[in-house]
Every structure is written in structure tokens, then in C-alpha cells.
């Protein structure tokens, strides 16, 4: 990570959650936006995250993603402890599929919102931090629209290629 102050602070409750929360951080190293990665559990150090989430915005961290599985406490109780926006990231469990992490992030209770992405969806989060950071910011705001173009241009050339291939033969590119 570079030097630059962290406006994204990414934080999960575990580091088995690594391997989803990576394609968060690696959204915010495309955009070249400095975020800081941490391991906090609402359960096993309540006290850090109480301080995470109360000094975050005095550090100059503009968009919290936060994620965790299971009775996933972290999202919410980050939201309830700061003013600055929280996108929950449900991350999938082996007993419930993460149907218990969704549930446990998404229904929060009036007034204390959490943005919350698709389960194991850590990249659409890293997005929606970006994006609510280029909402005030011009040059990031174009880097979204090339993001957009990029995925249409992608869309496009497979297209073009199932229309020269035909199905089969593209089902079979697949592997
Ligand atoms: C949650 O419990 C974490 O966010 C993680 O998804 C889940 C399991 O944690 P470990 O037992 O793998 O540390 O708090």
C-alpha cells in the first residue's frame, strides 16, 4: 500500500474472511485509492472495534467496508459507532451458505444503515466505496465511466463471439 493517508478502511472479523474481503482491496488498488486492511471482530475484540469504528472518520477514512460471517455482528455495530457510510459484505458460511451472515447485515434497524452487497460479493463493495468517494470527486467519477465502458466493451466481444463461434462451440471455450 502506498503513503498516502487510507480513505477506505476495510476491516473483516476474521482472517478466514481474507479471501473474500481481497477483491475489496484489490477495487481499491485499481482505482489507486489508499485503504487500510484490518482484522476486527466484534466478538473476540470488542474494545478494538469500538475504537475502530470511533476514531475512523478523525483518520481521514471516508467509506468503511466491513466484512463477516456467521452472526455477523461487525457491519452494524461499525455503523452504530460512526458517522461515515458502512458497506457490510455478508461473507458465506459453511453451515448456512451465508444466508446467516445476509440476514445477520441487511436488516438493520431504522437509522442506522448498512449498505449491504450480495454474499461473498467483496468486490461490488470495494465499488460502491468508490463510488461514494467519486461522487465528490471529478477524476474518479471518470474513472468509473471508463470502469462502465470496460464491462460493456467486454460484454460486447462476447457477443461478437458467441455469434461466430455458436453456442456449442463457445460452451465449449468455457472448459
Ligand atoms: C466471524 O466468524 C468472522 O467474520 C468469520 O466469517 C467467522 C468465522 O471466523 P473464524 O472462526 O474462521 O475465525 O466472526
Known amino acids: 500500500?502506498?503513503?498516502?493517508?487510507?480513505?477506505?478502511?476495510i476491516i473483516m472479523g476474521s482472517?478466514?474472511?481474507l479471501p473474500t474481503m481481497q477483491a475489496a482491496i484489490r477495487v481499491c488498488e485499481d482505482f489507486n485509492i489508499p485503504c487500510e486492511v484490518a482484522i476486527v471482530s466484534a466478538h473476540r475484540t470488542p474494545e478494538r472495534m469500538v475504537e475502530y469504528a470511533k476514531t475512523a472518520h478523525t483518520r481521514g477514512i471516508k467509506v468503511i467496508i466491513a466484512g463477516a460471517g456467521g452472526a455477523a455482528h461487525l457491519p452494524g455495530m461499525v455503523a452504530?459507532?460512526?458517522?461515515?457510510?458502512?458497506?457490510?459484505?455478508?461473507?458465506?458460511?459453511r453451515s448456512l451458505q451465508g444466508v446467516d451472515?445476509?440476514?445477520?447485515?441487511?436488516?438493520?434497524?431504522?437509522?442506522?444503515?448498512v449498505a449491504t452487497v450480495a454474499i461473498n460479493n467483496a468486490?461490488?463493495?470495494?465499488?460502491?466505496a468508490v463510488q461514494i468517494l467519486a461522487s465528490q470527486q471529478p477524476e474518479l467519477l471518470d474513472q468509473v465511466l471508463q470502469y462502465r465502458e470496460m464491462l460493456q466493451q467486454s460484454v460486447l466481444e462476447k457477443q461478437d463471439?458467441?455469434?461466430q463461434l455458436g453456442y456449442q462451440d463457445y460452451l465449449a471455450t468455457m472448459g
Request: charged share 15%.
Open 1 to 9: 500500500m502506498s503513503d498516502t493517508p487510507s480513505v477506505i478502511g
Open 15 to 17: 482472517d478466514s474472511d
Open 80 to 93: 452504530s459507532l460512526t458517522p461515515l457510510p458502512v458497506v457490510g459484505v455478508p461473507v458465506k458460511t
Open 101 to 113: 451472515s445476509l440476514y445477520s447485515i441487511v436488516q438493520m434497524p431504522r437509522g442506522i444503515p
Open 123 to 128: 468486490q461490488n463493495a470495494g465499488l460502491l
Open 161 to 163: 463471439k458467441l455469434e
